[in-house]
């Protein structure tokens, strides 16, 4: 069964760190690439990272320098490293994943196969 299960979302003071963790059960991360978006509320659903099956790693402008995205293949899981989150960070965060062409991403892509249940992460003081 593929399933993709996000946790490590939480309530940070701005300028603060959070480790988003995506378990992709099911899936071949060398097979798979996998996203990381968030919605915040009122807005529309944005990419926030991406890491291909190859392994390569893009990141959204609005997020780069301070967000990371890396992958333990032996856990099966991709990691969402947040640092200097700011109070526009705010949002629920969702891990997903495109079998398809899984050489290629981009932290723009709108769409993505299959969808975790996301995990809400707050910035405020």
């Known amino acids: 069964q593929l399933q993709l299960v996000e946790s490590g979302g939480g309530l940070v003071p701005p300028g603060g760190s959070l480790r988003l963790s995506c378990v992709a059960s099911?899936?071949?991360?060398?097979?798979?690439?996998i996203y990381w978006f968030r919605q915040a509320p009122g807005k529309e659903r944005e990419g926030v990272a991406c890491?291909?099956?190859?392994?390569?790693?893009l990141q959204a402008d609005s997020v780069k320098g301070r967000f990371t995205i890396s992958r333990d293949n032996a856990k099966n899981t991709v990691y969402l490293q947040m640092t200097f989150l700011k109070p526009e960070d705010t949002a629920v965060y969702y891990c997903?994943?495109?079998?398809?062409?899984?050489?290629?991403?981009?932290?723009?892509?709108?769409?993505?196969?299959?969808w975790g249940q996301g995990t809400q992460v707050t910035v405020s003081s």
């Open positions: 890491i291909t099956g190859g392994g390569g790693t």
């Open positions: 099911g899936f071949t991360l060398g097979q798979t690439a």
């Open positions: 997903a994943a495109r079998a398809r062409n899984s050489h290629y991403c981009s932290p723009y892509d709108k769409e993505a196969d299959y």
